[in-house]
């Protein structure tokens, strides 16, 4: 069963332009997570997506930045015109979404870091 | 007031000792608990769920206290692998929403 997927790994991109990094749940996960990470800080929430439904979007900014995560294929977060600031760790994760509190934890991608030139 | 607090270390311990961390969370219908683990650069990965009856794996002790909303961990017998840092997180009363402490750093040398 493979784990969480990411890519890209890494991506360099230079001011204006628009970054997607993509995320793949674990097999029979039905629920996703990003958060963004900035080099010495902690893990900060931006959205938890389940199949088509955005269910909670509030870490994301309000300009630039959407998500998706579509009936078929991977989750999508998408930055629009990137500027230095949006260079950090994106990390992905995933859980089954079973609703019992034993078995209902979070997995995470190894992360796309972005650096924005 | 955040959700999850932690205090952030680092901690410098040597090989072999033993140290706890402590994590308090605000929301009282918080339903769930967990310790992560992370090493630079690298995913979260998850060290072990905390149960309100206390929970053991090797080494590491989880206590759940919900009265005072308090969590801890503690390792016993440091190694110098242990060195990392140590998440604390709590699955909301909003059931799948998962909130993260921003990490105590501990710091094991020879």
């Known amino acids: 069963n493979a784990g969480v997927m990411q890519n890209p790994r890494h991506l360099v991109r230079r001011r204006g332009q628009e970054a997607r990094l993509r995320c793949s749940p674990m097999k029979g996960h039905s629920h996703v997570y990003w958060y963004r990470q900035l080099p010495e800080e902690g893990l900060k929430f931006m959205v938890y997506l389940q199949k088509e439904n955005i269910i909670d979007e509030s870490g994301m900014p309000k300009e630039r930045f959407s998500a998706e995560f579509p009936k078929e294929g991977p989750s999508i977060l998408r930055i629009q015109q990137v500027v230095r600031g949006d260079s950090a760790a994106y990390f992905c994760?995933?859980?089954?979404?079973?609703?019992?509190?034993?078995?209902?934890?979070?997995?995470f991608g190894p992360g796309t870091r972005l650096t924005v030139l | 007031r955040k959700e999850v607090e932690q205090d952030p270390g680092p901690f410098n311990v040597p090989e072999g000792a033993t140290v706890a961390f402590n994590c308090t969370y605000s929301n009282s219908a918080s339903q769930s608990f967990f310790w992560y683990r992370q090493d630079c650069r690298k995913e979260p990965k998850l060290l072990m769920s905390?149960?309100?009856s206390g929970n053991e794996d090797g080494r590491f002790t989880a206590q759940l206290n919900r009265a005072s909303q308090y969590i801890s961990l503690l390792i016993r017998d440091s190694k110098l692998s242990d060195s990392a840092t140590y998440l604390c997180?709590?699955?909301?009363?909003?059931?799948?929403?998962?909130?993260f402490g921003s990490g105590t750093k501990l710091n094991v040398k020879p």
């Open positions: 905390v149960y309100s």
């Open positions: 997180v709590v699955r909301g009363y909003n059931f799948n929403k998962f909130y």
């Open positions: 994760a995933s859980s089954p979404g079973s609703g019992r509190a034993s078995t209902d934890t979070q997995y």
